[in-house]
């Protein structure tokens, strides 16, 4: 069974700071991961994703994570803050032999940016 | 090309009664699925529709069906709602080139659904 536990459900950051949303997964096989934002009264927009090539992944609107097997982590970072990265950030797994397209999700990170 | 469309994107209902809804995937997409997002249990993955048939299930009961048409689109039913049906209900569709997990999910805007 896959799960994904994401550290923090609301995080607040100063405009210009940076911005660290966590992820960890467990999976028993190798894991594609994926980050998603979804603002308000809208469905879920994919950041980026990965699928065992590059170990560190660069996706839209400056954001990048990098996959670390040995801590079992997909952690997603922005190194400057706007005030239009406000929305609810959710990391989800899925894995090889998923036949076909079941994501688990983790439980979201609200992220709100201060002026 | 346009995005994935759900109708409608509200919707009231009593309990007891069965709701339908629907949803147009990305032109060329094969694949359907289907999420629930509540407060409470966040994101929670339905079932998935390929080629008309249901190829994976989550652990919802049975009250929960979908089906799939020959155009990809794919509609949800709920049968005999409770209060906790009450959610966004989410739909995605991706092209489904490798199969094997790997590829993109793109979601439409959701419906939500209110249960008194």
């Known amino acids: 069974a896959q799960s994904v536990t994401q550290l923090g459900s609301h995080v607040s950051v100063s405009e210009g700071a940076l911005v660290l949303l966590r992820c960890n997964y467990s999976?028993?096989?190798?894991?594609?991961l994926f980050w998603y934002v979804q603002y308000p009264n809208q469905g879920l927009q994919l950041l980026l994703k990965?699928?065992?090539?590059?170990?560190l992944v660069k996706g839209i609107n400056g954001f990048e994570a990098e996959f670390k097997k040995s801590e079992t982590s997909f952690h997603l970072t922005k190194p400057s803050a706007h005030m239009s990265d406000a929305a609810e950030y959710f990391c989800?797994?899925?894995?090889?032999?998923?036949?076909?397209?079941?994501?688990?999700f983790g439980g979201g990170t609200r992220v709100l940016v201060k002026p | 090309k346009a995005g994935v469309t759900q109708t409608p994107r509200y919707l009231i209902k009593t309990r007891g009664q069965q709701v339908t809804l629907s949803c147009s995937p990305i032109?060329?997409?094969?694949?359907v699925s289907w999420y629930q997002q509540t407060p409470g249990q966040g994101l929670q993955f339905l079932f998935e529709y390929f080629s008309e048939t249901q190829r994976n299930k989550g652990n919802f009961p049975g009250r929960f069906s979908g089906r799939q048409f020959s155009n990809s689109r794919s509609e949800m039913n709920v049968s005999t709602l409770e209060l906790g049906d009450s959610a966004l209900y989410l739909c995605?569709?991706?092209?489904?080139?490798?199969?094997?997990?790997?590829?993109?999910?793109?979601f439409g805007p959701g419906t939500r659904l209110t249960v008194l």
């Open positions: 032109s060329g997409h094969r694949s």
């Open positions: 995605a569709s991706s092209l489904l080139i490798a199969g094997d997990g790997t590829d993109t999910q793109y």
């Open positions: 990965y699928t065992s090539a590059a170990t």
């Open positions: 989800a797994v899925s894995s090889f032999k998923a036949a076909g397209n079941k994501l688990t």
């Open positions: 999976s028993s096989v190798p894991p594609y």
